[in-house]
């Protein structure tokens, strides 16, 4: 069974910046999917960034520019590094992981991790 954990989240002042951690535990495959999934209360889930096996990323119109999605496939971590923060971006942050490549910002992934809580506020 994969298991991922999370961590990184905390309270950071507008413009400042965080990054996320999702250690992988389990079996993995070389092909995979792996993106981060934001929702805050009263919103629908949105997706975040994607990452698959050969590095190609995509990300939210609403974070280009300031997030950035990476790998670690021998340590098994999925990471995003958040820049310049809004406190539109307040919100539970989710890893997601599949063995399946290519399902980019879809919503129906295998693995989840239990969320982090980002919290942007001066």
């Known amino acids: 069974e994969v298991r991922l954990v999370e961590s990184g989240g905390g309270l950071v002042h507008p413009g400042g910046s965080l990054r996320l951690s999702c250690t992988i535990f389990?079996?993995?495959?070389?092909?995979?999917?792996g993106a981060w999934f934001r929702q805050s209360p009263g919103k629908e889930r949105e997706g975040v960034a994607y990452i698959d096996n050969y590095g190609g990323s995509v990300y939210a119109d609403s974070v280009k520019g300031r997030f950035t999605i990476s790998a670690d496939n021998y340590k098994k971590i999925l990471y995003l590094q958040m820049n310049s923060l809004k406190p539109e971006d307040t919100a539970m942050y989710y890893c997601?992981?599949?063995?399946?490549?290519?399902?980019?910002?879809?919503?129906?992934?295998?693995?989840w991790g239990q969320g982090t809580q980002v919290t942007v506020s001066s």
């Open positions: 389990g079996y993995a495959r070389i092909t995979f999917s």
């Open positions: 997601a992981y599949d063995l399946r490549g290519g399902l980019q910002l879809r919503g129906d992934y295998s693995y």
